[in-house]
T-cell receptor, first 111, second 115 residues
Framework: EDKVVQSPLSLVVHEGDTVTLNCSYE??????LLWYKQEKKAPTFLFML????IEKKSGRLSSILDKKELFSILNITATQTGDSAVYLC???????????FGGGTRLMVKP | DADVTQTPRNRITKTGKRIMLECSQT?????MYWYRQDPGLGLRLIYY???????NKGEISDGYSVSRQAQAKFSLSLESAIPNQTALYFC??????????????FGPGTRLTVL
């Protein structure tokens, strides 16, 4: 059974801090790892990672995948209150876009 | 207009009632999914459909059924609702191109409470 575990479960930081969110996975016939941000309701897509060691970056957010150690990290630099959300990672297997989600990390950024 | 819509957005019902949640999309995607989200458990897949004639069970399909009425519509039914089906339900879509390995786009969610 595929499994994705995220840590920490929750995190409280102050604006300007840098945070690292962790995602480890056990996915049979692994294809890719996806990160989503969930604020009030619907998760919104952040990154899809398929290759080890290649950083994907969008503004203050970046993510990297290690397929040997089976984990990914999501970094957020210079955090802002608008970064407060639940961050979800999901593993995708070769069965055709079947996503297994982790439980999420709840990030709160205080002013 | 939202690309993926869900109705209703909130629903309170009683144990034993039949409930239908509906999802529509204007993205032109062929793949559609239903998930439920419970606190601390992330999203778990209930059913998915890769085209109109294709229906597949996900991780937690017991107590649920689905219907893919058209490419743009995918409904989820609870034949006899029970309290542990109280959750936030999401519909999602993805493009079948590139082998289907594309991001999924989520609807706004339906909060269902079963009393």
């Amino acid at each position: 059974e595929d499994k994705v575990v995220q840590s920490p479960l929750s995190l409280v930081v102050h604006e300007g801090d840098t945070v690292t969110l962790n995602c480890s996975y056990e996915v049979t016939n692994f294809r890719s790892l996806l990160w989503y941000k969930q604020e009030k309701k619907a998760p919104t897509f952040l990154f899809m990672l398929t290759s080890s060691g290649i950083e994907k970056k969008s503004g203050r957010l970046s993510s990297i995948l290690d397929k040997k150690e089976l984990f990914s990290i999501l970094n957020i630099t210079a955090t802002q209150t608008g970064d407060s959300a639940v961050y979800l990672c999901a593993g995708n297997n070769n069965a055709g876009n079947m996503l297994t989600f982790g439980g999420g990390t709840r990030l709160m950024v205080k002013p | 207009d939202a690309d993926v819509t869900q109705t209703p957005r909130n629903r309170i019902t009683k144990t034993g009632k039949r409930i239908m949640l509906e999802c529509s999309q204007t993205k032109g995607h062929d793949r559609m999914y239903w998930y439920r989200q419970d606190p601390g458990l992330g999203l778990r897949l209930i059913y998915y459909s890769f085209d109109v004639k294709d229906i597949n069970k996900g991780e937690i399909s017991d107590g649920y059924s689905v219907s893919r009425q058209a490419q743009a519509k995918f409904s989820l039914s609870l034949e006899s609702a029970i309290p542990n089906q109280t959750a936030l339900y999401f519909c999602a879509t993805s493009d079948g191109l590139a082998g289907g390995y594309n991001e999924q786009f989520f609807g706004p969610g339906t909060r269902l409470t079963v009393l």
